[in-house]
């Protein structure tokens, strides 16, 4: 089978983390006989270097004309100082929306090898934890209504939340479907107490949890789930949120696992293209350096294998021979941990997990 990428590398780290993950699909296509299809296009800020623009409208099609997108990270110190809406940041936002990807999947695994790199105690994390976050991601806040106005204490900025039954019910949809392929635990985060787009996102959930009986439901205020993934994250399986809320969970989530580079994100929409990114950004600090950990991009190629083309046993591949590499104790520099081993580089790493698949 042929299947076609669009590889948006961006700035930073992005090119090194992606030419690492084009190398494991390489190595999985000869393996299994596919032939993947990798077609280059400007994103953040290469893109405003080149074109002025974070976001040409040429990306977008070619996105549109791939089976699916594998994205780096974009922005970096050179563009900070650009309006809002010429910086790299906002190419995701765009993207995201013109692909149409609404469902924001984010895995927070704890990989065996890696315990002593969680900064939570050794009783917390020894059973181990692998949630799934999943964020609704062109809806809330982020997207509502916003400006500068006139308030009681003169110029005030505002931003509005909003959300529809239609946009709450496809994402719970997905949630609920993901969560069967799983433990069957889905835990939606909210804030009705507070929040009327919270209450209309509780009712809403509850009517479709109905539709599930055979998953577990529950509902948990946004401040207590904060807490409780510290306190206790195995407790959790499938979590559903909203755009904000989502966002800083999936964070908090990423940390207690001990490294920012492991984690890998798929965006969904209603057809198989999806965007596969890692959660970190561009690193400006480690980039050119050979330094970067690729795991985290060479897991979400993984997650485009299962989630856009249908290749669970080449994704599972992929996930094990990550998990075999770590085992023997590579490691790059940012999950070193307590680890007295030399830490090594993009580079060797990739070329460990390649050659693991063989
Ligand atoms: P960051 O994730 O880029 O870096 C945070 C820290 O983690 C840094 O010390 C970095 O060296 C380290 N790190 C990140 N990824 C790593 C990897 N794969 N291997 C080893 N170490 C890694 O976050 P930041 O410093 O807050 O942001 C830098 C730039 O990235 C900013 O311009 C920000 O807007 C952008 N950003 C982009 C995305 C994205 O493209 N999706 C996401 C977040 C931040």
Redesign the pocket.
Known sequence: MEYRTALLK?????PE?IDSAVAVLEKVGEKFGHRFIFTPYLI??AAIDETGEPLPEETVKGCLACDSVL???????K??DLPGNK???KA?LGIRYALGLYTNLRPAKLFPALKGASPLREDIVSAGFDIMIVRELTGGIYFGERGYRQGKFGEEAYDTEAYSVTEIERIGKAAFEIARKRSKRVTSIDKANVLETSRLWRKTMHRLSEQYPDVEYRDLLVDNAAMQLVRDPKQFDVIVTSNMFGDILSDEASQITG????LASASLGDGTRGMY??????????AGQD???????ILSAAMMLRYSFGLSAEAAAIENAVDHVLSTGSR????LGSSAVSPIG?REMTARIVAALE
Not at 71 to 77: E, I, K, S, Y
Not at 259 to 262: E, F
Not at 332 to 335: H, L, P, R, V
């Open positions: 961006g700035d930073g780290i992005g983390i953040g800020g994205l780096g990270a974009v922005g970096g110190p563009w900070d910086r790299p940041e995701l490294s920012i580079g492991m990114e890692p959660i970190h950004g561009s690193a400006p600090d480690i330094k970067a950990n690729p795991i985290a991009t790059t520099a940012d999950i993009c």
